[in-house]
């Protein structure tokens, strides 16, 4: 073996045979072959195509190389090495049918391994076939042809042989049913059904005592224009594309944008608005991928929907000033296991459009409303909460207490001598004043404790939860607060002080508050009953005081 191929780059072992003619021919189509798939090679199966492609080029490649040889050695070594191709050919073809009709899952992997058994072992035979002759039992040469003689053994004729003829027939059954359950295809399905069967035209007549060239095997011959009959099938007349199944769900009078796609993302067809939207030349990219047709945020859309298909049902993308609804619907054969989308893309510009001027009427509307509430609510002089409001938050507020069994607290809130100060420098100074006391007594409340204009010159606090000795502690703090300010009105300084009447929710319960319809109203009533008498006392004890009993 080593002295074979030491010798077999040497010139003497090379001479030129006009019958390495076919072989270097075959070799040379399949070439052609394999350029002419390679840019198509993200289809389906185009990939083990081209598997079976590359095998038969070494197929052939090897026999035109034995032609050339010298010497019987030389001639058996390049026949092994045509072995593994002439064993692999078969099951790679029905590897690529497989495929090629959407056969081969996930869950099928193991499918490859299985069909490359039998070439495994026969390859084994071929390169130890010194030792037992299985493969060939002579390999001699003609007497007026430069080609090798070939007597087969038991493993070549009974094993290799029907197992190889078993792919070939099973590679031409699965491609002739895909065709004939897909209507209008039947010119694909006779070329995809004719080109196994020529390969076994050619290898039967080689095996055959009709050969008329004994010793040259016009096999690889066959698989050379087996190969050139398929990718014609699969690529010129688009044997892979979904068309047949798509075009039963396109129509052109319809006014959404339709894209059918295979399961590569590769464009199978599209509709007029489709084409309008996206100009003319979609129909040029019919073949290639989505994403090197069309604007990113569409493609973007589509994977979307894909990826989470079950769960996203639709999706809006803008293409240009206009906007789009997108939507998937499966495309698939139940029979040929060929699947795809079609992407339908609605025009809803002008209803989003109208929903978004409704939902800005309607926030200018809920703004509105809003702000009139808080005009309703809240004194426009101090900004604190009015009368009107705080009588219902005092109402709630007694409702809480009474069921969380706590008290409710009430500071009435007069300015001392506020008329004095109206009537000495207006009521211009007077606002002044009020707005400065209601600013100082709301920020010396407690958190969640609410301040109020009662009316004129009286504010009250709404104090929850707080024990009687803790709401006259904050009274003293208002009062102080209060008591230190200082408003220079004019020429003249005006020191404001307030006085304070308190009240607490459980004096409302004393006072025999009868419960019952009306009741909480009637306890308002009470509560600030109480406060008011305690303020005027707190008036007629002088002032600038807080009274709470």
Known sequence: MLESLSTLFS????????????????????????????????????????????AAFMWVALQAVGAFLVGEEHKILASKFQYLFIASCPPLLLLFALDFNGHLRSRRRWVPWVLLIEPIVVVAFAWTNESHGLIWKEFGSSVDLPLPVISFGPVFTFMHVPYAYAMVLASCGIGVLAFLRTPGWWRQGALVAAAPLVVLAFNALYLSDANPIGGLDPTPIGIAIAAAIIAVAVFRYKAFDLVPIAQ???????????????????????????????????????????????????????????????????????????????????????????TGNNFILRDVTERLRTEQALQEAQQKLAAANLELKQLASTDSLTGLENRRSVREQLRRELGRADRSDTELGLLM????????????????????????????????????????????????????????????????????????LQLQVGEITVKPTISIGAAVSSEAAEAKLVRGPGSASLEVDVLVGIADQRLYRAKDEGRNRAVGD
């Open 248 to 338: 039963s769900n396109i129509i052109d009078a319809i006014d959404s944008a339709v894209i059918s796609l295979d399961s590569q993302q590769r464009i199978v067809d599209t509709n007029r608005v489709a084409r309008e939207i996206f100009s003319e030349e979609l129909t040029s990219a019919h073949g290639g991928l989505l994403s090197a047709a069309l604007p990113a945020d569409v493609v973007l859309a589509y994977e979307q929907l894909r990826d989470q298909h079950g769960t996203l049902e639709s999706t809006v993308v803008e293409v240009g000033d206009r906007s789009f609804e997108g939507r998937l619907q499966k495309l698939g054969s139940p029979t040929a296991h060929v």
């Open 413 to 484: 809130i007069d300015i001392d001598h506020f008329k004095k100060v109206n009537d000495a420098h207006g009521h211009n100074a007077g606002d002044r004043v009020l707005q400065a006391v209601a600013h100082t007594i709301s920020a010396s409340v407690r958190t969640g404790d609410v301040c109020a204009r009662w009316g004129g010159e009286e504010f009250v606090v709404l104090a929850p939860a707080v024990s009687h000795a803790g709401l006259m502690e904050l009274a003293g703090r208002l009062k102080d607060a209060v008591e230190g």
């Open 11 to 54: 010139a003497s072992s090379w001479h030129w045979s006009p019958y390495a003619i076919p072989a270097l021919g075959s070799t040379m189509i399949c070439a052609l072959t394999a350029v002419y798939v390679f840019p198509h090679r993200r289809s389906p199966g185009a990939r083990r195509f081209l598997w079976v492609v590359a």
